[in-house]
Every structure is written in structure tokens, then in C-alpha cells.
DNA sequence: CACGAAGAGCCGAGGGCCAT
DNA sequence: ATGGCCCTCGGCTCTTCGTG
């Protein structure tokens, strides 16, 4: 049994011709014929059935296991061009909306200076829409808040953010230089819409010391950290905010920003990828860019 | 290292089968 | 009868392996 073979059984799986699969492998149909001949005799079983080419019952199943065995072996060929190639081609990420427009700006212009052989193409969704294409292939990679605990993704860990309340001044809030959790009112803060990781952190962390967990009252569906703060600006109350969110804030701006008191609460960003991911040093340079963007939009702040 | 035999893989030509 | 599809056959090229 070859390799070849078993792209020839794919190949006539996959367009239920002879003559279209020979085309489609730049072989004669003659040439396909004559090896799907030879590994039907060495596996001893029938794989297809002729007028019309049908795969019948042991040939779907071996073929199933072929696309899964191809597969493996595309990637052993992706793995060693990549090492010996200079980063180039694709890489699609998925990138949670909270992140996003703090971090995607400053790493797209870092990327692309390095290399420029690599086009970049992201996704803003929620976790749940990134942890799904990611599965499915769609992505090559997301950047979520960890940790997600699922079996068929790999968590690389990236950076570790303070979480600060975003108060305005007519809060009793104010009053208080440093804030403790269970200050907060859960019911009473502008918190993200359903299915934003943020959210639910947000809310756990305030009804950590609470008996009854409570929803928020303020009703306003956003995915958007820039909405929630000029929420706050017009309409009084407070949110939370990740640290990234602060920068390029006004000086009033910054005045209504209140630290928690140690330990403060912090969410940590990582990169997700299939467990068989193949961009290896593209993902491992990505990580490498995010984490020097990250800590120069945290020293610029300071 | 050079050479020849054997085997593998390919192609074009031609034939058989089947549906229209 | 015709056209489409697949199989078989004969011959060519290339690679591998054994031998001197």
C-alpha cells in the first residue's frame, strides 16, 4: 500500500470518476486504474463497485481512514517546508471583541514589518464563535481569555491583565481610593452583553461574597468596551475593565479609574490551537509580537 | 564506480460494457 | 448506433539492486 495509491482512492471518492480522479492526479486513467487494482488486491477487499463508481461498504470505511491518514501526511510535509521556508502565507486568528481593538492595531503593523510574507486575517467574535472555528478549521488560531479546559485544543498562555473599576465621579464608588470586589453592586455596574467571557468574570468576581448572585439592572446589549465606558462618562454607575481598555484615556478619563486592592483580579489571555495545529513558528512568533505589544501599551500607560 | 537485469510506474491504443 | 467510462495490453522510461 502507498501513499500515492491512497490519493488515487480519495481522488476517485472524491469526483466518482475514473477518468475525472485521474486528471485531478495528473496520471492517466489507465495509470489510476491500474493502482486502485493493485490495492484493492493487497488489501483483499473490493473498494469500488464500477457503473457507477460507488465505494462500497469496506471501501467507505478504508476510505474515511484514508483522508485521516492523507491528512497527517500533508501535515509532515507542511512541518518540514515550514522549516525550511521564511514565514509566509496565511495565518487567520480569531480574537475576542474585548481584546481586539486594544491589541489587533499596534500587532498588525509589528507583524507586518517582520514579516512581511505573512497576511494576517482577523476574526473579532466571542469565545464561543472563536472555540468553534478553531475546532472546525476555519482558524488557524484565537486569542481568548484562558482557561477554556477543552480536551481538543492546546492553550499557549500569553499575558496576565489587572481587571480596574471604571467609576464615575457621581458614584459613591468614588469616595474610595482602592476598591475590594464585593464593593461592587453587581446589579448596579454596565456589564458586556451574553457571551462575552468578560461578563461572567465580571459578574463571579462580584458575587464572589454575595449569597443570592444577582443580574445586572442596566440593560444595554454591547460586546464593546469602548460603549460600557461611555456609558459610565453619560450616564453615571460603573463598569469593569481590563487594563489594556486604559490606554489612550483623557486625564479626566483617568480619574475614574479605581484600582482593586490586592489580590487584584486579573484575567490571563492565551492563544488557542488544535491539538494538531501546523503553523508552528508563525503561532510562535505571533505570540512573541503580542506579548511586546502588550507590555508596550502597558509601560506607555504608566 | 560502472554496468546490466529486474521491477515499478507510466502512457497510448484498443476493446468491452452500459445507458441513451 | 453512439458516446462515455473503465479495463487490458504492449512498450517505454526510470529507479533500484546485484555483480565485477
Not at 475514473?18 to 496520471?27: E, R
Not at 488557524?140 to 471604571?166: M, R
Not at 462618562?233 to 490586592?262: C, H, M, V, W, Y
Not at 491539538?275 to 508596550?296: A, C, D, G, N
Request: aromatic share 6%.
Amino acid at each position: 500500500m502507498t501513499i500515492v495509491q491512497l490519493e488515487y482512492l480519495v481522488a476517485v471518492d472524491t469526483y466518482r470518476s475514473f477518468n475525472k480522479a485521474a486528471t485531478h492526479c495528473f496520471v492517466t486513467q489507465p495509470t489510476l486504474s491500474l493502482q486502485l487494482q493493485k490495492l484493492e488486491d493487497v488489501l483483499g477487499v473490493k473498494l469500488f463497485e464500477r457503473n457507477p463508481v460507488v465505494p462500497t461498504k469496506i471501501g467507505t470505511e478504508i476510505i474515511e481512514k484514508a483522508r485521516l491518514l492523507l491528512d497527517d501526511y500533508y501535515r509532515i510535509r507542511e512541518v518540514a517546508q515550514q522549516e525550511q521556508r521564511a514565514l509566509a502565507g496565511e495565518l487567520h486568528i480569531g480574537v475576542i471583541t474585548t481584546l481586539a481593538p486594544y491589541l489587533i492595531p499596534g500587532l498588525m503593523s509589528r507583524f507586518r514589518n517582520k514579516h512581511p510574507g505573512v497576511k494576517l486575517v482577523v476574526w473579532e467574535e466571542t469565545t464561543a464563535q472563536i472555540i468553534h472555528k478553531v475546532k472546525q478549521g476555519v482558524i488557524d488560531c484565537g486569542i481568548v481569555s484562558t482557561p477554556l479546559n477543552e480536551s481538543q485544543l492546546l492553550e499557549h498562555p500569553l499575558f496576565t491583565e489587572k481587571l480596574v473599576a471604571y467609576v464615575d465621579t457621581t458614584s459613591p464608588l468614588a469616595q474610595k481610593k482602592t476598591l475590594k470586589p464585593e464593593d461592587i453592586d453587581p446589579a448596579e455596574i454596565w456589564v458586556l452583553n451574553e457571551g462575552h467571557c468578560l461578563r461572567d468574570e465580571v459578574l463571579k468576581m462580584c458575587q464572589k461574597k454575595r449569597e443570592q448572585p444577582e443580574e445586572p439592572t442596566y440593560a444595554f446589549h454591547t460586546g464593546s468596551l469602548e460603549t460600557l465606558r461611555r456609558l459610565v462618562d453619560e450616564n453615571g454607575g460603573a463598569t469593569i475593565l481590563p487594563e489594556l481598555a486604559l490606554t489612550q484615556l483623557s486625564k479626566e478619563q483617568q480619574r475614574k479609574i479605581r484600582p482593586f486592592k490586592a489580590p487584584e483580579p486579573t484575567r490571563s489571555i492565551g492563544i488557542i490551537t488544535p491539538k494538531t495545529f501546523v503553523k508552528r513558528r508563525m503561532i510562535e512568533s505571533l505570540k512573541q509580537e503580542i506579548v511586546e505589544v502588550y507590555e508596550t501599551a502597558i509601560q506607555a500607560k504608566l
